[in-house]
Structure formats: structure tokens, C-alpha cells
């Protein structure tokens, strides 16, 4: 890895970490579960793969407000 890569790599590591903590924020005030399911889905996405949460398919109707807002505190703390 050269200086410049090295320099490079916390910057995107920090706007990808501003990305899902806004994307955190705003899929707690959504107010349409289907449009929160979508949003955990796109978050649990950004993560990489070993602190990427296992989330029932979109076809199982186990998420639930309580269970999704339990789980962006779940990858909040993974992201901090």
C-alpha cells in the first residue's frame, strides 16, 4: 500500500460510516414499514460481510417496526 492509498482509505471509511449513520437516522423517522424493511436491507448492505446482520427475507413478515429499529441499534454500535 503506498502513502497516498494509506491517506486515502479512513476518508472513505468515514463518509461510508456518515452514509449508514444518516441512512440510520432517517429509516428510524420513516414511518412506512415497507420503506423501513428496504432501508435495514440497503444499510445491512453497506456493512461488510462478517458485521452484516442475518435478516429474514422480505417474504417472512417478522419485520417489524420493533424488530428493525432493533437492529439499526444493533449495526449503529457496530459502526462506532
Same mark, same amino acid.
Not at 48 to 70: C, E
Given at each position: ?15 461510508? &460510516?456518515?452514509? +449508514?449513520?444518516? %441512512?440510520?437516522?432517517?429509516? #428510524? !423517522? ?21 458485521? &452484516?446482520?442475518? +435478516?429474514?427475507? %422480505?417474504?417472512?413478515?417478522? #419485520? !417489524? ?16
Amino acid at each position: 500500500m503506498n502513502e497516498k492509498t494509506a491517506m486515502k482509505s479512513p476518508k472513505i471509511t468515514m463518509t461510508c &460510516q456518515d452514509t +449508514i449513520l444518516r %441512512t440510520i437516522q432517517n429509516c #428510524l !423517522t420513516e414511518r412506512s414499514l415497507g420503506k423501513k424493511r428496504e432501508m435495514l436491507y440497503h444499510i445491512n448492505s453497506l456493512l461488510v460481510r462478517p458485521d &452484516q446482520l442475518k +435478516i429474514p427475507s %422480505t417474504q417472512s413478515h417478522q #419485520l !417489524t417496526t420493533d424488530y428493525i429499529n432493533m437492529a439499526l441499534h444493533i449495526i449503529e454500535g457496530k459502526v462506532f
